[in-house]
Structures are given as C-alpha cells and as structure tokens.
C-alpha cells in the first residue's frame, strides 16, 4: 500500500496524465524483472529510479537487474528453448499468440502512450499516434511470418534429397535504447517469436516502463513461460552480461556506436550472432525544384521529431546555394512554432529531452556551435520552464560539414543546414562521415532523385519525404551505423539458421 507521501509525489510526478490504468500500474512500485512467466525483485534486491524528464520527478523504482539476474533469465530461457515449448508450438498458434499480443496492445493504447511520454517526455501526439500503433502493427506484421518461414529442396543429384530448414537460433538477448521504447522492444522480440527463439529484453534504465508494462500483456496473452524475460538494469551491469554470455546464441542491439563496438568484442566469447543498429547522421538534401513547403515541413519532422532523438534524424541538412537562405527562413520559423511544454498535452509538439545526461550533452554542442562560428537562426538555448530538460528547437547556419556540428551525432533536436554547389557535391559532402544509417533527398526531377538515391552510402534513402518507417521495409545502417536488417522479411535472416539435410535415397 503506497503511503500517503508516496501517493503525492506521483501526483506531482504524473501531473496531466488522465489514464487510471497508468497510474495504477506506478502505484505498484517496484517495478520486478520477467523471468520464466514470474515477476521477481532482482537478487540484490537493487532498485533505481526512472524518472519524468518533463519535471524531474520520480515516477517509479525499478527492480537493477545484473549478471546474477541473466544468468538466472538465462537459465530459464534455455530450458523453455531445449523444452521447444514455444518452437514445437504449431506456427499457426505461434502467429495466433502474437496477434492476440498485437490486440493487448491495442486495448491499452491510452494507457502505454500516458506511460511512454511520461517516462520518456515525448509528445503524447507521437506516442499515441506512431510508438505505440507502430508496436502493435509490428506485432501483427511478424505474426503473419510465423506460417511462412520457409526451407528449400534443392537440386541434388537423384540418389540424393537435399533440403534445408531454417529453424531458430535459439537464446536471444536483446538491448534497446530509450528513444522509442515500447517501439524498438516490438521490433526485437516480435520477429524473434516468430521464428520460433526465446529472448532476453534489457530496456534502457531511462526508460523501462513500458517494456514492463509489455511483459505483462504478453503474460496475459498467454506465451508460455521463460519464452520472454525482461530484465531492468543498467548498461554496464544488466547489459555487458548479456552481451557476454556464454550460454546466450544471439544478441541485437540499438544504441551507441561507441557501446555497439562493446557490444561486438563481447560477443566474441562464444561468437554469438551479432546485429547492431547504431547511431547517424544522416543528410537530407533540398533542391531548388522541391516542393518547398513540403520540404520544410518534412525537414521539420525528420529533425524535430521525438526532440531529434532518433537514430535516422536528418540532422544535416543540405540546402542548395540559390535557396539557402529562403529554406533555412523558413525552416527557422516552423522550427520556433512548435509548440514546447508538457508532453502530456495533446497540443505540445516538442516535449523534454530523455535526461539530464542528454540534457548537458545537447547543451554541450549547442556551445561548440556557436564556438565554430555557427549561428543559431532559432533556438540554440534550453528551454525556458521551471523544471525538465528541454531544448529549444534550433537551426544552425553557416554550417560546413567539417564542423563537430555536422559530424559528430548529436541526439537532440539541433538541425545542421549546410550549403551546396551542385549534385556531385552534395553526394560527396552526404558521404563523408562515418555513418551511413539515412538519407532523404528533396526534387522534383525523379531522375535526380533516383541517382542520387543509388549514389548514397546509407541504409534508407527517403525521397520526397523524411523519417517513414513501416515493418514492410528492411532498416539498417552502412558503415558505421551498424550491420544487420531489421523489419521486413531481413528480420527472418536475423533470427533464424539454416540447416541442409541430405539423405540417400533409392
Ligand atoms: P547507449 O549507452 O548505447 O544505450 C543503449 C542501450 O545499451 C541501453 O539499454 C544501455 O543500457 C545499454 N548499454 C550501455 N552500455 C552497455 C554495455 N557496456 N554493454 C551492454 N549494454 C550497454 O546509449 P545512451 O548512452 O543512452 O545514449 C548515448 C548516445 O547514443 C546518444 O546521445 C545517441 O547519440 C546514441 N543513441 C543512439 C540510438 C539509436 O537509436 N541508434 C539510441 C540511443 C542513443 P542503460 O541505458 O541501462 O545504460
Ligand atoms: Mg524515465
């Protein structure tokens, strides 16, 4: 029973949230680990707090999972994978289950978005409208793939049938970041259910809510148990012990560059199956011929949406010479007209940055901006609200793409408009960074934008549009952004391997 105080302070904590289920689900705090269809508090007894970026405030304790808890998850995992009772299961009951997940889902959309924003402070607009259906439409997506995973015969000579299964891998962990949480957990553990493994959910320590709160609708729809565990933690503790776990097949990875490269010499231990997706900095490029109020508008998104913190954010953005100033005009002034505040409001359309790491991060190249002679067009300073860790939208001009502005990944919603001469530049300058995970490319001359589109080193090239993602289509990065597909049906090539049967016969 939450005391009197306790109960108070999540009022502050949550103030503008309307879901009873949300606050039902903080007031049973803490928050325990999944671990084979139990909820448990983790074996030191650990817990830390998430907080609501929007006001700094603790919305709940959360159980700090570490090494002991994944050995433990693991443990359970295996046998629930040796037992093959979720790989054995008819596929037909496979895709049942998954879709009946994807309806939980959907039941609770009120509920998850409330949850997400507050502990994640993006607009409740994003999260109820793109988070938390995009889950559920991934859910439902890899459903469908669990009756169509398919083997081969193959022509062998006639004394001989040859043919291939593809069957699981088996033990999977799976580390997500905070920037779409309920979104990249649905992207990690719905294909791997439907190729039939067993998997290990570590959500981000800034925010473990909904994962939770998934746990629990999976529970409901029935999964058999230690098909799914989730386990809160931190990076460095939860995190490395997944990723170097000797008894674990498989991990998949969202995140930092500089932890995907930890992430790959852990991994080395057993050689487990590794795929990253990782950081960027992806160019969007503006031609004179574009639509020029759907190119601001969806620069605007491609930079701005969830307060830049996404891995594929157009956050360098290439304006030819003649429109340079005009574009970044009116970039500028759709920029300052979103409007900032509590996330919780239907009408906020930028909310706080995730923490106060990302906080003093973005912050911190705010500053190098201005030192490298950038300027702020708008923007360029935290927000003004008494509490929580906002940014004001910027544009910065008189950009080259040698600055730290334009190299390095940035994560906050800071826009990079660089010049241009002409094609062969802007695919030059578009290619030279270490990332390679998007790109858009804004013309009305189809040709241009189909060259241009097969001339870019990167992993989705969006053409007359910005930031579209649907489970359909392959996502993934080049270079340094990582290795491995996710969505589509390159997921299936993730989570699953192939073996090749021969018999005699005759
Ligand atoms: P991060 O450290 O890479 O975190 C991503 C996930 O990895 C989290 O679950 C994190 O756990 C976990 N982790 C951290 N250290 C680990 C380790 N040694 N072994 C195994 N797992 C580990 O990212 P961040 O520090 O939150 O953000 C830093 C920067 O990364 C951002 O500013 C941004 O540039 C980039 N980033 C990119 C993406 C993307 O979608 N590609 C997403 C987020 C961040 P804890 O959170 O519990 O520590
Ligand atoms: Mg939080």
Redesign the pocket.
């Known amino acids: 029973m939450a005391s009197a105080s306790a109960s108070a302070s999540l009022e502050s904590a949550t103030r503008g949230a309307k879901s009873s289920a949300a606050l039902e689900f903080l007031k049973s705090s803490p928050k325990k680990l999944l671990i084979n269809g139990k909820w448990v508090p983790s074996k030191s007894g650990k817990t830390f707090e998430t907080l609501n970026p929007a006001n700094e405030q603790v919305l709940a304790l959360v159980a700090e999972g570490d090494k002991a808890d994944v050995d433990e998850a693991v443990k359970y995992a295996r046998k629930a994978y040796e037992d093959a009772k979720w790989a054995n299961l008819s596929p037909h009951a496979r895709t049942g289950l998954l879709l009946k997940i994807a309806d939980l889902i959907e039941q609770h959309a009120d509920e998850l978005a409330e949850l997400e924003t507050l502990d994640n402070g993006k607009p409740l607009f994003e999260s109820r409208n793109i988070d938390i259906p995009g889950a559920a439409e991934t859910f439902r997506y890899y459903a469908g793939f669990a009756t169509k995973i398919y083997g081969e015969t193959n022509p062998s000579d006639p004394s001989m049938f040859n043919y291939t299964l593809r069957e699981p891998v088996g033990v999977c962990g799976q580390?997500?970041?905070?920037?779409f949480p309920l979104l990249m957990a649905s992207w990690k553990i719905a294909p791997a259910l439907a190729c039939g493994n067993v998997v290990i959910l570590?959500?981000?320590?800034?925010t473990p809510l909904t994962a939770i709160r998934l746990g629990e609708l999976i529970c409901e729809a029935g999964l058999p148990e230690g098909v799914v565990q989730i386990v809160t933690?931190?990076?460095?503790g939860?995190?490395?012990s997944?990723?170097e776990h000797p008894d674990i097949d498989k991990v998949a990875?969202?995140?930092?560059t500089?932890?995907?490269k930890?992430?790959l010499q852990?991994s080395a231990g057993n050689l487990k199956r590794v795929s990253l997706?990782?950081?960027?900095k992806s160019p969007n490029i503006i031609f004179p011929d574009a639509d020029m109020p759907a190119a601001v508008f969806g620069s605007s998104l491609g930079i701005f949406l969830n307060q830049g913190?996404?891995?594929c954010a157009g956050s360098r953005v290439f304006v030819q010479e003649s429109v340079y100033d005009q574009f970044t005009d009116s970039l500028s002034k759709m920029a300052s007209g979103l409007t900032l505040g509590n996330p919780l409001d239907p009408n906020t359309r930028m909310g706080p940055l995730v923490s106060k790491?990302?906080h003093d991060?973005v912050k911190g190249y705010l500053k190098a901006g201005k030192e490298e002679g950038a300027k702020a067009k708008t923007g360029g300073e935290p927000g003004k609200q008494e509490a929580g860790y906002f940014i004001q939208p910027t544009v910065f001009t008189g950009v080259n793409n040698q600055m730290k502005i334009a190299r390095e990944?940035i994560?906050g919603p800071v826009a990079s408009a660089i010049p241009f001469k002409d094609e062969a530049d802007v695919v030059f300058q578009s290619n030279d960074t270490t990332y390679g995970l998007a790109a858009g490319v804004w013309t009305k001359d189809i040709n241009r934008a189909l060259t241009i589109a097969r001339k870019l080193k990167a992993g989705t090239v969006w053409i007359n549009t910005y930031s579209v993602l649907d489970p359909i289509s392959p996502f993934g990065g080049y270079k340094q952004s990582g290795f491995g597909r996710e969505l589509g049906k390159y997921a299936i090539d993730l989570y699953t391997q192939i073996k090749s049967v021969y018999a005699r016969i005759g």
């Open positions: 580390i997500i970041p905070w920037n570590k959500p981000a320590e800034q933690g931190f990076g460095p939860a995190g490395s997944i990723a990875f969202t995140g930092s500089e932890v995907g930890l992430i852990a997706e990782l950081g960027g913190q996404v891995c790491e990302q991060r990944e994560f």
